[in-house]
């Protein structure tokens, strides 16, 4: 047996038409899945414009700064934000995890803003804390009762 002629017909094999056929429909198929699963982040997106409109002008507190402000996906949106005073840092390292939440959650928006009504329940707004460098905490903002 020649490899080279065993070669081309395994080619031929694997090209035919059928095959050909085959992977184009589970291609397109997987395309399809893929896109089933976005969700429309039209809500997140008017949320997070609300906050960079109304959120104390990049301020979470005279002190905290808010760096960053990110759509994770259509029900997630973190707010990242520098603590740059160095004795909130240690006073904010020397907590629990459940203090330091508890302390993240001083930068969530007020239980009388606007931005609830945006997000409702569906979307969850987090907070992470951080100085320079490292990370603090995280919290996550509850919605007001109603």
């Given at each position: 047996m020649n490899?080279?002629?065993d070669a081309l017909n395994t080619k031929r094999r694997l090209l035919s038409p059928w095959n050909s056929l085959v992977v184009g429909a589970a291609l397109?198929?997987?395309l399809l899945l893929g896109a089933c699963g976005e969700a429309d982040q039209t809500?997140?997106?008017?949320?997070?414009s609300w906050m960079r409109m109304h959120k104390y002008d990049g301020q979470a507190n005279p002190i905290w700064k808010i760096t960053k402000l990110?759509?994770?996906d259509a029900e997630n949106i973190v707010v990242e934000i520098l603590v740059p005073n160095e004795q909130h840092v240690d006073a904010i390292r020397s907590?629990?995890?459940i203090r330091k939440a508890m302390i993240a959650k001083y930068a969530c928006p007020?239980?009388?803003a606007a931005i609830w009504d945006i997000v409702k329940d569906d979307i969850q707004i987090r907070v992470d804390l951080h100085d320079h460098s490292v990370p603090l905490g995280s919290g996550i903002c509850q919605p007001p009762k109603q």
């Open positions: 490899p080279v002629i397109s198929l997987a809500k997140a997106r008017e949320a997070v990110e759509i994770k907590k629990s995890l007020p239980p009388t």
